[in-house]
């Protein structure tokens, strides 16, 4: 396999909005998105250079990049471009509307002092200040998540709707019309946000009653029926496990579902689901199976990453992992002979692969969980 990484614009380089303010700037809204595609028409031109395949090219990325992956596959301009994806902690369902976006870009322009000439003042800008002025727009990353705040809030800064490059939104309300002959395998980590919430002040402190209302906060009238749930399952957690579980749950592995079934009912190319759970042993294993701690195995290259630590079981996870998305680019199946039989998500079965020493398939897991989840959806 031949793998190429990219660089693209973030923040305001590649997604401030500004074709209010000249139509010459009509897509800055999703310059870094332009960037990807850039590359991937390089690709396209000269992989074969490089013993590539141009008809062959699966594209993964995980958290943000997670999203951009699922942003492509609604631009019609990636037709053709990508012929499988991987999607790694990242379910991203709803890009910005034109208004959001312009109001994001007026309250940035207004806090900047700019009142004429707007494109031409903020190229005089250092980029330092523009970061720092967007920055200000936005909660924390981390409080955002724990207080179920909407995406926008903690991300001002993504993929916007626009006519001609992003004329969808990639699954809402349902799966865009352009991406629907893509295989995909999508899937999250055991343990995604819990290094996310090691900043926040309830954790390792929380009690019984600040749990209580940590449910009622993160899943409204149904928050008994979930925190039994979670006590039931995960019976000798800690209040403060169990709330890290409800925000990796809640944002990534539900999100996960709830992407896959919109894929599913598109119809089209199939759809592979994984959870990773093999644990990193740093911080004394206190990140468990962390965001992100699937990369270096998909990649088989966890001595280049301090995440990873030391486990006298990674050369298998390696192999393991990185066999899977090899076979998974080349015959749209990540089965493999030593993982052994992978089906694809079906409303049915629900096959999900858990990624461990010991890879299993598991059908519908933690089914009640799901059940809540899906339930708390449709009465929203």
């Not at 976006?101 to 005089?124: C, D, Y």
């Not at 991406?179 to 900043?199: E, Q, R």
């Not at 990624?355 to 989840?373: A, C, H, Q, T």
């Amino acid at each position: 396999a031949i793998v190429v990484t990219l660089n693209h614009r973030l923040g305001p380089l590649g997604f401030l909005d500004l074709r209010a303010y000249n139509s010459d700037f009509s897509t800055t809204g999703n310059l870094g998105m332009l960037d990807i595609l850039a590359a991937l028409n390089w690709i396209q031109a000269n992989i074969t250079n490089f013993g590539g395949d141009p008809n062959k090219v699966m594209v993964f990325g995980s958290s943000g990049g997670a999203s951009k992956i699922s942003t492509l596959m609604a631009m019609p301009a990636a037709k053709g471009l990508i012929h499988s994806a991987a999607m790694m902690s990242g379910p991203y369902v709803r890009a910005r509307t034109e208004d959001y976006a312009q109001r994001i870009t007026a309250q940035l322009i207004e806090n900047l002092n700019i009142s004429s000439n707007v494109v031409a003042e903020l190229q005089k800008i250092p980029c330092e200040t523009l970061l720092r002025e967007v920055k200000k727009l936005s909660v924390p990353i981390d409080s955002g998540l724990a207080d179920a705040a909407s995406p926008e809030a903690f991300m001002p800064m993504q993929p916007v709707l626009h006519p001609h490059v992003l004329p969808e939104h990639p699954m809402d309300p349902m799966a865009s019309t352009h991406g629907p002959d893509i295989p995909v395998m999508i899937g999250s980590t055991k343990d995604d946000m819990k290094m996310m919430m090691l900043s926040m002040p309830w954790f390792d402190k929380l009690d019984d009653k600040g749990l209580e209302g940590f449910a009622q906060a993160s899943f409204g009238a149904q928050y008994q029926d979930f925190l039994a749930a979670y006590k039931d399952i995960y019976p000798s957690a800690s209040p403060s496990e169990l709330a890290c579980q409800f925000v990796t749950d809640r944002v990534m592995w539900a999100g996960s579902i709830d992407w896959a079934e919109r894929k599913l009912k598109a119809g089209g190319a199939p759809v592979f689901f994984y959870r990773f759970d093999y644990e990193t042993p740093v911080l004394n294993g206190l990140l468990g199976a962390t965001h992100g701690g699937d990369i270096p195995f998909a990649m088989n290259n966890y001595n280049c990453t301090k995440i990873a630590g030391q486990r006298p079981e990674h050369p298998e996870m390696g192999r393991k992992m990185s066999d899977a998305f090899v076979n998974f680019a080349h015959t749209g199946s990540p089965a493999t002979a030593e993982l052994g039989e992978w089906p694809s998500y079906q409303s049915n079965d629900r096959c999900t692969m858990i990624l461990n020493v010991e890879s299993k398939i598991e059908r519908d897991p933690l089914k009640r969980l799901r059940e809540l989840f899906f339930a708390k959806a449709t009465s929203a």
